[in-house]
Nanobody, 122 residues
Framework: QLQLVASGGGLVQPGGSLRLSCTAS????????VGWFRQAPGREREALSC?????????EYLDSVKGRFTISRDKPRTTVYLDMNNLEPDDTAVYSC??????????????WGQGTQVTVSS
């Protein structure tokens, strides 16, 4: 069973930055698109962004984070990052990554990581 691990969360002040990382127990990330999601208490899960297997195409889904959050991959394609800048208290949530079944960001997410908590507070 594939295991994804999302890491890099923590407590940050408003206006601060964090970099989240998503890795997998196998080389699955190399051949599949990966998306970032978040869920705050009492709210539905939100899709943030997605990157294709080769990193040649990204998709941004949530208007409130456009221009502040950036998805990327490392060259070996074993890690997917989410760089978050100018964080706001409303960004507080558990952030998770998930793989898509194809090269591009289509199809329902299939494998999920356990999530990492991001808390934005002064």
């Amino acid at each position: 069973q594939l295991q994804l691990v999302a890491s890099g969360g923590g407590l940050v002040q408003p206006g601060g930055s964090l970099r989240l990382s998503c890795t997998a127990s196998e080389s699955y990330l190399r051949s599949h698109a990966v998306g970032w999601f978040r869920q705050a208490p009492g709210r539905e899960r939100e899709a943030l962004s997605c990157i294709s297997s080769g990193g040649d195409k990204t998709s941004e889904y949530l208007d409130s984070v456009k221009g502040r959050f950036t998805i990327s991959r490392d060259k070996p394609r074993t890690t997917v990052y989410l760089d978050m800048n100018n964080l706001e208290p409303d960004d507080t949530a558990v952030y998770s990554c998930a793989t898509h079944p194809y090269y591009y960001c289509s199809g329902r997410p299939e494998f999920w990581g356990q999530g990492t908590q991001v808390t934005v507070s002064s």
